[in-house]
T-cell receptor, first 112, second 111 residues
Framework: EAGVAQSPRYKIIEKRQSVAFWCNPISGHATLYWYQQILGQGPKLLIQFQNNGVVDDSQLPKDRFSAERLKGVDSTLKIQPAKLEDSAVYLCASRSNTDGYTFGSGTRLTVV | GEDVEQSLFLSVREGDSSVINCTYTDSSSTYLYWYKQEPGAGLQLLTY?????DMKQDQRLTVLLNKKDKHLSLRIADTQTGDSAIYFC???????????FGSGTRLLVRP
């Protein structure tokens, strides 16, 4: 069974530039999450989707971060403009009642 | 509030047992999880326990849950060098299943 796919694997950008991350969840998983993991910390939830609707985006810095999940499958997370403190690993996860949680390998973002 | 705390570092000798501890604050947690993260890799689910259980054993792993004290522990028997990694405790919130993670415990296994 294919896992959660994320791309790119690594990204280096300058501050104030924009960046986008892509996630393809496991087929049939209705729930999709984006987590941010800053170095030395545990992952923190940014946004949760149920199909193509947002369930929880209370921790998403909406002045610079946006996310969408068109057609309830793939999702993109965008940062515009990026700040130095956005340097982190961005993890996508999907979940179903039968399979539980599966995390992708993440996208490591470095803002310089 | 939601908060999960773990000690930062644990060093053990190969073949010994490791015990990693975690405390959480939200009594509405439904599940409690242990994840393993190796350098540059994603999160690997090791085991989980329902909040109405006291103990769960899975091969070399034993999870103990003290719900009264909101304390969770992971015991790894016969620790191997391949067990060296960061271990995260996480609580699963009831309705949304979002995970609240601790900051992780770095386990170093010395030969």
């Amino acid at each position: 069974e294919a896992g959660v796919a994320q791309s790119p694997r690594y990204k280096i950008i300058e501050k104030r530039q924009s960046v986008a991350f892509w996630c393809n969840p496991i087929s049939g998983h209705a729930t999709l999450y984006w987590y941010q993991q800053i170095l030395g910390q545990g992952p923190k939830l940014l946004i949760q989707f149920q199909n193509n609707g947002v369930v929880d985006d209370s921790q998403l810095p909406k002045d610079r971060f946006s996310a969408e999940r068109l057609k309830g499958v793939d999702s993109t997370l965008k940062i515009q403009p990026a700040k130095l403190e956005d340097s982190a690993v961005y993890l996508c996860a999907s979940r179903s009642n039968t399979d539980g949680y599966t995390f992708g390998s993440g996208t490591r973002l470095t803002v310089v | 509030g939601e908060d999960v705390e773990q000690s930062l570092f644990l060093s053990v000798r190969e073949g010994d047992s490791s015990v990693i501890n975690c405390t959480y604050t939200d009594s509405s947690s439904t599940y409690l999880y242990w994840y393993k993260q190796e350098p540059g890799a994603g999160l690997q689910l090791l085991t989980y326990i329902f909040s109405n259980m006291d103990m769960k054993q899975d091969q070399r792993l034993t999870v103990l849950l003290n719900k009264k004290d909101k304390h969770l522990s992971l015991r790894i028997a016969d620790t191997q060098t391949g067990d060296s990694a960061i271990y995260f405790c996480a609580e699963g919130m009831d309705s949304s299943y979002k995970l609240i993670f601790g900051s992780g415990t770095r386990l170093l296994v010395r030969p």
